[in-house]
């Protein structure tokens, strides 16, 4: 009788196909890291003004008695304003370019307000998409016009005290002008970014960026009547760079 013995052996030792362990699996592609967007990087500074400091001019607000009213004596034109330092008030400082990421508008609201015939504040930051209040603290008849150029103008009465509008911006643009056209004095600007690195001086003609990602930056620094200076400003990481901007007014 004859006896078959190869079944019996793959019953005992097992039988595969191949002998071969299966090809190693391909490791995973490299994942590129995340855009930082915010670092521990400062650029901080002051805007100075070379030259007589231009002699204020005095609004007359005769044309709408409340306008006059709500001062307690003359009022002068905010074109220029200058510390007593020497500095410049009311110059916006941001970075031109550089910025990498992609920045997400804060929930609190920029604000305009219409307050004793003037706009406050005169010069501010708002970024895309960040909600703006214009609200009428007065009780004389204002309307905003937005003078916008890549953004949609508008033109908004506000004939009563505490009426308040929203709007917002979808690109940014350095700078929207605001007027009244009722009080033709009445006059404000804000810068348009999509990112939040930006400042305005104050009575020290001082500013600070913070929080930025170490890297090089072109920061301008604008202003209503002296225009526009640049600087290319590198930063390392943790460093705070200083930088002077400097604004001529020619006799």
């Not at 196909?17 to 490299?30: L, M, R, V």
């Not at 104050?202 to 500013?207: L, S």
Request: glycine share 8%.
């Amino acid at each position: 009788m004859r006896i078959v013995v190869v079944p019996a052996l793959c019953l005992v030792l097992g039988c595969s196909k191949s002998s071969e362990s299966p090809p190693p699996t391909a490791p995973p592609p490299a994942v590129a890291p995340a855009t930082e967007l915010f670092g521990t990087s400062a650029i901080v500074g002051k805007v100075v003004l070379k030259g007589e400091a231009p002699k204020p001019k005095i609004i007359q607000m005769s044309a709408d008695p409340y306008c006059e009213s709500a001062h307690g004596g003359a009022v002068t034109n905010e074109e220029v304003l200058v510390n007593e330092d020497g500095t410049l008030r009311n110059v916006f400082v941001y970075v031109k370019q550089g910025v990498r990421g992609v920045y997400s508008p804060p929930g609190v609201p920029a604000v305009i307000d219409q307050r004793g015939c003037l706009y406050r504040p005169r010069v501010q930051g708002i970024q895309v998409g960040q909600p703006l209040v214009i609200r009428n603290s007065d009780d004389t008849l204002h309307n905003i016009h937005s003078l916008a150029e890549k953004n949609n103008p508008f033109n908004l009465g506000q004939p009563t005290r505490g009426m308040e509008s929203k709007k917002s911006f979808t690109q940014p643009e350095v700078m929207v002008h605001f007027k009244c056209d009722v009080h033709p004095w009445m006059s404000c600007y804000a810068g348009v970014l999509n990112h939040p690195f930006f400042a305005v001086t104050g009575d020290g003609g001082t500013f600070e960026i913070g929080r930025l990602p170490a890297g090089q930056y072109v920061v301008e620094a604008w202003h209503e009547k002296f225009g526009t200076q640049q600087q290319t400003i590198t930063v390392a990481k943790d460093e705070m760079k200083a930088a002077e901007f400097v604004f001529t007014n020619a006799p």
